[in-house]
């Protein structure tokens, strides 16, 4: 595997953030992610290195990429996504956010995070892990204690999204596993959080987007490829201060997203949905981070604690298999 650079402070071309655009106030139905505690299952670390990065290669394996309490990044692989490896393969960088990861083609994956000069850095590799390329940046600057998003439609496409400096949203894609990128677009709004995006493809191509807006509400923002990007949309719920929302999609039937509540719990809603925030109990200390490996099949990650130290735990959802309902809490890890 080949060394990765440290992600040094280092003078970058950074981007003109200028756009101050309010959210907009548009409801869809949902009912709000909070309500009083729960006993919890997972209890007393405060809200740290935050959650993995998560992508799953072929469908059925997991593949988390960690920011250590030494803010560099770590690979762990689950080839059935139950059961972990025992070990994490180190990958480098100098990281200042939680990582966002993505696979866009057989054998490539990708992961991007926030680098000491505050723009954006990614790694990738194409022969399924054996090897990584050098950090490498992406310029811009991104929110304090705010990372990316990434999500792909297709083969080589992916999309970046940042929480800017000046507040808003901004977008950054390459149509050619990276080779190439876009200038860094402004998407407005003004967010109050990380953002998360899902997408959907190849047919119809959309991208949804969601982040938490003033006073910690729930915002959504949509893209096609026939009719470009929508209004900000109000989703309703809430998320607990220094927490951001994760997205997920079954493939073109359900485009959803995570919270973590503000009494610390799990809560899920979707796209469509008239019944609003589902509740999973458990309480957490991160952002919730998910992927749908397959449709009707949603895992979900977040920090928790065993009592001494800060854990990473998993959670699992199997519809039809299991009836819809939720599988328990489980500790992966502790780095």
Known sequence: MKHNRILT?????????????????????ASAAQGSSSNPALVGAPVGAGAPGVCSLNGTDLDLFIRAANNTTYWKESPDGTTWTSNETPLGGYLTSAPAANVTANGYMCVFARGGDGALWWTYTTDNGASWSYWNSLSGQLATNTGPTVCSWGAGRLDVFVQGTDGALWWKYTTDNGTSWSYWTSLGGKLTSAPAATSTGPSPNQIGVFVAGGNGVVYYKHYTSSSG???????GGQVLSGTSPAAYNWGTTQIGWFVTGTDSNLYRNWVGSSSGYEGIAGVLTSSPSCTAKQSGVIDVFARGSTGAFAALYQISYNYPANSGTWGVWTAIGGV
Request: glycine letters at 8%.
């Open 9 to 29: 402070s280092v003078v970058m071309a950074a981007i003109v953030l200028v756009s101050l655009c309010a959210v907009g106030a548009s409801t869809l139905s």
């Open 229 to 235: 990007w929508s209004g900000w949309a109000n989703v």
